[in-house]
C-alpha cells in the first residue's frame, strides 16, 4: 500500500496541516499528515467520497467541476463527511477548504481504491465527474469484493453500475430502446474493419461513425463516402471491448439536450434546450436555447414522457442526460448519460433550479417529494453560446463537426430570443456587424434557402459577395444586387481571401461542403477570418438568427437584465 503525505500548503515557510493529501509509494519517515487520518475511529459521520473530472481538457472541462463542488455542499448538508479525490490544481473542488479532505491522486482504479481504503469510505459518488468519472464505475464494482475482504463496507452511491452499462452499451441500449417502444437511429457496432464497412453497407451513407465509451466527440466523423471511411479507419483503434459505433446521421434534424434527475420513483425534468446548430455538431459546440424555440408542444410533451420513462426504466438514481433529434416531426434518442452534463452549470442559471445539489441529494437517498425545490424561472429565453480557441491553435479548421472543439461557453438572457442570442454573441468577443460586406458562399442543397436572408442583409444596408454558383440563385430566383467573386483554388482575384484583407468582408456564411475544392476553399477562408477576427456561420439556422441579431444591434444593444447574483 502505498504512503499518504500532506501537501505542505504554505511551503514550509511555517507549520501548516490541511487536509490536502496525494499518495507516494517512497519509503520515510512518518510524521503527522503521513499515513494518519485524525480521530478515524471516532469520527461518527458518514465519510463520502467524490469523483472529480481529472485535467481540464477539451470536451471535459470546468462545468463537471461544478457538480463536483455542489454534490460536496449537497454531502455536507446532509450531515456527512465529503472526500474529494481529483487531480486538476485549477479547479474549486481541488481548493483544501472545499471539503473535508482532498486527494490530489490519479482517477485510476488503483489510486481510487487505496484512498477509499485509507478513509475507510462508506460511499462514493462517480457521476458529477463526467466520462472520466463514471468510467470507473464497472471496474470499481468488479473490485468491491476485494475491497471488502480487506474490511470495506463500501456503497456505490446513485444509479448502479448495471444501469450505467446499460445505458452506455450501445447493444444493451438498443434493446432497451425495443423494449420501451423508443426510437434510435439505425446502428451497429463493429469491433474490426471488415465489421465497419459491413455496417457502412447496411446503413447506407452518411454515416456518424465514432469510439465508444468517450467524452466531447473524440473520434466522431461524419462520413459520405468509401474513402473517407478508409480514410477514417487508417487512424481507428478497434477492439471487442472498445468498439466502433456507426449510426445512420439524420441529416437536417433538430438536436435537444434534456437534463434530469430521478429518484427511482418521481423525474425532475431540469431543462430541454433546443440547439441552434442542426443534429451532428457536438452539444458542446453548439449555440442552445431555453426554451427550445422550434419544436412543438406535442413534440415537447413527448421528449418530456420519453425523458421519464427512460430514467424510471433503466433504474437512474442521481442526474441523466439524453440527447434527442427531430427530423421531420419524428423523435429520435441519440444516447444517454447517466452522469451530470456540461449544461448543468446553464440549466442552474437560466432556470433557477440547483439540479446538481438536488441530484447528489437524491443519489444519497433523498425523495424529490421532499426536497424544497425552487420554483422555475420562466420569464426569458437564455442561450448558452460556446466559445473557441481557434486563435491559439493554428491549422485547425475552425468550422465545428461532430468532435468538440470549444474551451468555454456564455450566456445571455432576454425576454426576446434574437436579443439574448445577440447577448451571447458579444459575450464570446466576437463583432456582430452592423454594415459593410457579407460573403456568402454555400452548399448547392442550402442555395435556395439563403435567399431569405440575402435580401434581409440587403434590407439592413449590406453589400452581398458571393461565389459564381451561390450568386447565380441570388440572382435568378431571388433578384438581388450580388457581387460575384472567384473561388479560392481558382487562383483569380477577387478571391474571398483578397476581399477579408481588404476589410470589405464583415461577415461570412459558409455551409461547408465535405468534397471538391470547396473542401479546401472553406478551410482557408474560415482560418483567417479567425485571424482577422470576422465572424462566420456555418449552418443556415446560425445563419437566420445571425440576421436576426444584426437587427437587434442595429436598434439598439438591449439593455442587461437586473439579476439577483447567488450560487447555483
Not at 465527474?129 to 475491497?147: D, E, K, V, Y
Amino acid at each position: 500500500h502505498p504512503r499518504f503525505r500532506m501537501v505542505d500548503s504554505c511551503a514550509a515557510e511555517f507549520a501548516a496541516v490541511t487536509p490536502y493529501y496525494y499518495t507516494t509509494y517512497e519509503c520515510g519517515s512518518e510524521s503527522i499528515g503521513i499515513d494518519y487520518v485524525p480521530n478515524l475511529s471516532l469520527r461518527k459521520k458518514r465519510r463520502i467520497v467524490v469523483i472529480g473530472s481529472g485535467p481540464i481538457r477539451i470536451g471535459q472541462g470546468i462545468e463537471f467541476d461544478y457538480g463536483c463542488v455542489h454534490a460536496v455542499g449537497a454531502i455536507q448538508d446532509l450531515g456527512h463527511e465529503a472526500i474529494i479525490i481529483n487531480n486538476n490544481p485549477e479547479t474549486v473542488s481541488t481548493d483544501f477548504d472545499t471539503s473535508d479532505r482532498l486527494y490530489f491522486d490519479p482517477l485510476t482504479l488503483e489510486s481510487v481504491s487505496e484512498i477509499l481504503l485509507r478513509e475507510d469510505a462508506h460511499g462514493i459518488l462517480l457521476q458529477f465527474g463526467g466520462q472520466t468519472a463514471i468510467n470507473l464505475a464497472l471496474p470499481l464494482s468488479n473490485n468491491l469484493p476485494h475491497l471488502s475482504s480487506l474490511g470495506l463496507d463500501l456503497i456505490m452511491e446513485g444509479t448502479t453500475p448495471e444501469a450505467v452499462d446499460e445505458a452506455s452499451d450501445r447493444e444493451r441500449f438498443e434493446s432497451f430502446a425495443q423494449r420501451n417502444d423508443l426510437r434510435m437511429p439505425d446502428g451497429m457496432t463493429a469491433s474490426s474493419p471488415d465489421q465497419v464497412r459491413e455496417a457502412v453497407r447496411e446503413i447506407g451513407y452518411p454515416v456518424l461513425i465514432r469510439p465508444s465509451y468517450v467524452l466531447g466527440g473524440r473520434g466522431m466523423e461524419i462520413l459520405s463516402s468509401n474513402r473517407q471511411l478508409e480514410s477514417y479507419m487508417q487512424d481507428a483503434f478497434l477492439s471487442p471491448e472498445r468498439p466502433l459505433l456507426v449510426d445512420e446521421y439524420l441529416g437536417n434534424a433538430i438536436e435537444l439536450d434534456v437534463d434530469a434527475v430521478s429518484d427511482g420513483r418521481e423525474v425532475l425534468v431540469g431543462a430541454i434546450m433546443e440547439h441552434l446548430e442542426e443534429a451532428g455538431i457536438h452539444s458542446g459546440d453548439s449555440t442552445c436555447f431555453i426554451p427550445p424555440q422550434n419544436v412543438s408542444d406535442d413534440v415537447l410533451k413527448q421528449v418530456d414522457e420519453w425523458t421519464r420513462k427512460i430514467g424510471l426504466e433503466l433504474g437512474i438514481v442521481g442526474c441523466y442526460n439524453i440527447q434527442f433529434a427531430i427530423r421531420d416531426k419524428t423523435l429520435y434518442v441519440l444516447e444517454v448519460n447517466p452522469r451530470g452534463s456540461r449544461t448543468f452549470p446553464f440549466v442552474a442559471k437560466a432556470t433557477g433550479v440547483p439540479l446538481a445539489r438536488i441530484a447528489a441529494m437524491v443519489a444519497l437517498g433523498e425523495k424529490l417529494c421532499h426536497l424544497n425545490i425552487p420554483k422555475r424561472q420562466d420569464e426569458a429565453v437564455c442561450v448558452k453560446a460556446p466559445v473557441f480557441p481557434f486563435i491559439k491553435l493554428r491549422g485547425l479548421d475552425p468550422a465545428p463537426g461532430p468532435e468538440m472543439k470549444s474551451t468555454g461557453e456564455v450566456m445571455g438572457s432576454h425576454e426576446r430570443a434574437s436579443a439574448a442570442y445577440l447577448k451571447a454573441r458579444l459575450a464570446t468577443e466576437s463583432p456582430v456587424p452592423t454594415e459593410g460586406g457579407v460573403y456568402i458562399t454555400v452548399k448547392d442543397s442550402d442555395k435556395d434557402s439563403i435567399i431569405t436572408q440575402a435580401k434581409s442583409l440587403i434590407e439592413l444596408g449590406f453589400k452581398i459577395y458571393a461565389t459564381s454558383g451561390t450568386a447565380s440563385v441570388l440572382r435568378e430566383k431571388g433578384g438581388l444586387d450580388v457581387e460575384t467573386c472567384y473561388r479560392i483554388t481558382e487562383g483569380l482575384t477577387p478571391d474571398a481571401l483578397d476581399l477579408m484583407r481588404q476589410g470589405k468582408i464583415q461577415l461570412i456564411i459558409n455551409t461547408p461542403r465535405n468534397t471538391g475544392g470547396a473542401v479546401l476553399d472553406g478551410n482557408m477562408m474560415r482560418r483567417l477570418a479567425v485571424e482577422l477576427n470576422i465572424p462566420f456561420v456555418t449552418t443556415m439556422a446560425g445563419a437566420r438568427m445571425e440576421v436576426l441579431a444584426i437587427a437587434e444591434a442595429m436598434d439598439g444593444i438591449p439593455e442587461p437584465r437586473l439579476l439577483n447574483i447567488r450560487s447555483l
